[in-house]
């Protein structure tokens, strides 16, 4: 046997490495970025703040004043606190490795974020996905089930959901975590909550298994790669025993502390995205062979049918005109043909909708 062979876990090497496309050249609508920039004043302001971070010196790990801006700024009742992860994707990673007991299984709908299988695949924990309805709507009665069938340690509910864009239900999703109980934990993603403007962060003291995580990213710094969760103490501070103790830099830290004293400018970015969120669903729906679901999130999953054309094809003529989303139809049976694009300043969504018909046209 090789050196790989008889160190790496078969899992893992049967895996491929998550793939991030090359995106130069191309109007990037894959990520679900905030196109807007800081005004000039606030990068200036910002750029005097970072030359005065001591990079020769290891981050204080409490985080102590940056959480207490999160708490403050994005709407953490009284009481609780938050633990943060570098990006969503750590918090993640840290909640798998705490609940990996034998025999623990994580529950989600799907399709979902790929990264929670993923985690829970890395810490040897069971994934156990159940499928939304055709309309990508939760599908509570299957959730039910699989709840009592499994007991899952974890269960996730993405708040709205990605790749869909679906705002579940709140009232089921409230009913799915009264089952799970005391049995196992239910995180409440709310990554797309600046354009939900919907939360369960509000109901946090209602259920003692409820983990509400955010991140930073969606709403417009998904370069500083920032997340937090909000829950109990008691919970908090098991994840704590397993978060890496400098693992939020000096750097994300300082300028963290002061974007939260600018939310107004952010929080209006948010609410400019939901302006172009509606123009885009309009001119989308438009369009002969184009299918829209309706999204809470920065983003639109259409489907893609007509004659001679499907997301496949019509994914590859958008990327001969240089503009770049997301290719979702290989990713579960439900989303057959279907294409996701970020919503973006109208200069590049014009840009989108052009290349769209074109590609839709040839």
Avoid: W
């Amino acid at each position: 046997m090789s050196l790989i062979e008889n160190i790496i876990r078969p899992d893992i090497r049967a895996l491929a490495a998550y793939h991030v496309p090359d995106s130069t050249g191309f109007v990037k609508l894959d990520a679900m970025e905030n196109p807007y920039t800081l005004p000039e004043d606030l990068r200036r302001e910002l750029g005097c703040r970072l030359a005065d971070v001591a990079m020769n010196r290891y981050p204080v790990p409490s985080y102590t004043a940056l959480k207490a801006k999160i708490c403050g700024r994005l709407g953490v009742p009284a009481g609780f606190d938050v633990v943060l992860g570098n990006g969503s994707d750590e918090l993640i990673s840290i909640i798998s490795i705490a609940c990996a007991k034998p025999g623990a299984k994580v529950l989600a709908p799907v399709p979902g974020f790929v990264m929670y299988a993923m985690s829970a695949q890395f810490a040897g924990l069971e994934f156990i996905g159940v499928p939304l309805k055709a309309d990508f709507t939760l599908d509570k009665t299957a959730m039910l089930a699989a709840i009592a069938r499994h007991k899952p340690a974890i269960t996730y509910l993405a708040y709205p959901n990605n790749p869909t864009g679906t705002l579940f239900d709140a009232g089921d999703m409230a009913e799915i975590l009264h089952a799970v109980g005391n049995a196992g934990i239910v995180i409440v993603d709310e990554a797309y909550q600046p354009f939900a403007q919907a939360s369960f962060m509000s109901r946090l003291s209602e259920f003692g298994n409820l983990i509400v995580m955010r991140t930073v990213s969606k709403l417009g710094l998904a370069g500083i790669r920032l997340g937090y969760m909000a829950a109990s103490s008691a919970l908090l501070s098991e994840f704590d025993k397993v978060r890496p103790p400098y693992n939020i830099n000096v750097l994300t830290q300082t300028a963290a502390e002061f974007l939260l004293e600018h939310t107004d400018i952010l929080d209006a970015q948010a609410a400019a995205l939901r302006e172009e969120r509606a123009k885009l669903v309009s001119a989308l729906s438009a369009l002969p062979g184009v299918e829209v679901f309706p999204s809470a999130a920065n983003f639109l999953l259409i489907r893609v049918q007509t004659a001679g054309r499907n997301g496949s094809n019509v994914f590859a003529g958008l990327l001969e005109r240089k503009v770049l989303i997301k290719n979702v139809g290989k990713m579960h049976a439900l989303l057959e043909n279907c294409l996701r694009v970020t919503v973006s300043t109208p200069e590049e969504n014009k840009l989108f909708l052009d290349a769209l018909a074109a590609s839709l046209a040839s």
